[in-house]
T-cell receptor, first 113, second 113 residues
Framework: KQEVTQIPAALSVPEGENLVLNCSFTDSAIYNLQWFRQDPGKGLTSLLLIQSSQREQTSGRLNASLDKSSGRSTLYIAASQPGDSATYLCAVLSGGGADGLTFGKGTHLIIQP | EAGVAQSPRYKIIEKRQSVAFWCNPISGHATLYWYQQILGQGPKLLIQFQNNGVVDDSQLPKDRFSAERLKGVDSTLKIQPAKLEDSAVYLC???????????FGPGTRLTVL
């Protein structure tokens, strides 16, 4: 059974810093990995999708990497801003696509102005 | 392009009452998912539809939860009777296929008193 762990559970940093969020998964037989952002009381916004054959994806100040063999992914946020404050969730798709996404518990990020 | 629509956004009921949630996926998306997100946790898959057929409902508490996707478009998730532990956010997601990127709706926040 796939399990996803995110470290740290919470992070508070001053504005302008670069930061890294970590995600690990137990079964390397995945189809893809998605990073989401969730604001309080809201749904999930997809940030980046990395296919199993890819090593990284970039969107603006966000860069996500994937090391499938070691079961790890990182989300790098450059030049953080207060508007980046949210919970970031990592999720993997495995099991032939029939199991839906397996999510971590998320990293609660606060960017201090 | 319109996103995934859900209603209602909020619902408060007494235990043992029934409740229903509605989801309209992105047009043309064949795969539809219902996830349950308990406070402080990542979402957990309840049921996955491919067109109007069920792909996976292994984590759906079938003694009280039911879901349908008539005509392969809209879907309804029902709880009857509700328990206190059903208090959660119910998220609907859709994707073009079972191994594609998933897009989430705003969710329905259910409180059972």
């Amino acid at each position: 059974k796939q399990e996803v762990t995110q470290i740290p559970a919470a992070l508070s940093v001053p504005e302008g810093e670069n930061l890294v969020l970590n995600c690990s998964f137990t079964d390397s037989a995945i189809y893809n990995l998605q990073w989401f952002r969730q604001d309080p009381g809201k749904g999930l916004t997809s940030l980046l999708l990395i296919q199993s054959s890819q090593r990284e994806q970039t969107s603006g100040r966000l860069n996500a990497s994937l090391d499938k063999s070691s079961g790890r992914s990182t989300l790098y946020i450059a030049a953080s801003q207060p508007g980046d404050s949210a919970t970031y969730l990592c999720a993997v798709l495995s099991g032939g696509g029939a199991d839906g996404l397996t999510f971590g518990k998320g990293t609660h990020l606060i960017i201090q102005p | 392009e319109a996103g995934v629509a859900q209603s209602p956004r909020y619902k408060i009921i007494e235990k043992r009452q029934s409740v229903a949630f509605w989801c309209n996926p992105i047009s043309g998306h064949a795969t539809l998912y219902w996830y349950q997100q308990i406070l402080g946790q990542g979402p957990k898959l309840l049921i996955q539809f491919q067109n109007n057929g069920v792909v996976d409902d292994s984590q759906l508490p079938k003694d009280r939860f039911s879901a349908e996707r008539l005509k392969g478009v809209d879907s309804t998730l029902k709880i009857q009777p509700a328990k206190l532990e059903d208090s959660a956010v119910y998220l609907c997601a859709s994707s073009p296929g079972r191994v594609n990127e998933q897009f989430f709706g705003p969710g329905t926040r259910l409180t059972v008193l």
